[in-house]
């Protein structure tokens, strides 16, 4: 098996990574990101970015994944990071009470060569009141967050239900990554992990 690099600092990826058992390093890239566009164009351009410039001095038996993650409404406005909790507040506010797209970006790359996938998660939110929103800002898990919350920790109480992939909205879309790279399920059927 290839030695797995994640091109991303992104603390949620790693944790999805070790919580499967993988054996990975991490090397981030420090590439600019887009954030204008087609929501899928962007996340998949962003991915592959990321990927092809860490592969650049990874070594020819790595095997890079770059994973870029965004939120999207109506298939066009893509809301990306906060700046500040004036913005996670407008983020959550256009979110309340409606459905919105989770799109991920998945490129690998391995001396070369170059695989990419897309993944879609729909999200729904609970209608929520101005105390919900500010009492969520307050707790700071906007921060560094597309679309201003964070599924897997208290945000989760923002939410009504999800359509697809959860581990997508967390930040890496895994049944994608397997398809990419079916030798990676090898790794899980061991027993010496």
């Not at 351009?45 to 001095?57: D, F, P, S, T, Y």
């Not at 909205?169 to 790794?187: C, E, I, K």
Request: hydrophobic fraction near 45%; charged fraction near 25%; aromatic fraction near 4%.
């Amino acid at each position: 098996m290839s030695r797995l690099v994640l091109a991303s600092g992104s603390p949620q990826r790693r944790a999805i990574l070790d919580d499967l058992g993988l054996a990975f390093e991490v090397r981030v890239s420090d590439v600019a990101e887009e954030d204008e566009g087609a929501p899928r164009a962007v996340a998949s351009e962003n991915a592959l970015r990321k990927a092809l410039a860490v592969a650049e001095g990874a070594g020819d038996d790595a095997l890079v994944v770059g994973c870029d993650t965004l939120v999207a409404t109506d298939g066009v406005q893509i809301w990306g990071k906060p700046a500040d909790a004036d913005h996670a507040r407008r983020t959550l506010r256009h979110l309340s009470g409606r459905t919105h797209e989770v799109v991920s970006g998945l490129a690998l790359v391995q001396d070369g060569a170059v695989r990419t996938a897309t993944e879609i998660t729909e999200v729904t939110f609970r209608d929520l009141s101005d105390a919900e929103i500010d009492w969520y800002v307050a707790t700071g898990e906007w921060q560094g967050r597309a679309g201003a919350y964070a599924i897997q920790q208290r945000g989760a109480v923002l939410v009504n239900r999800i359509a697809g992939d959860y581990l997508n909205v967390v930040g890496l879309p895994v049944a994608a990554l397997l398809t990419l790279r079916q030798d990676l399920r090898s790794v899980f059927a061991r027993d010496d992990r």
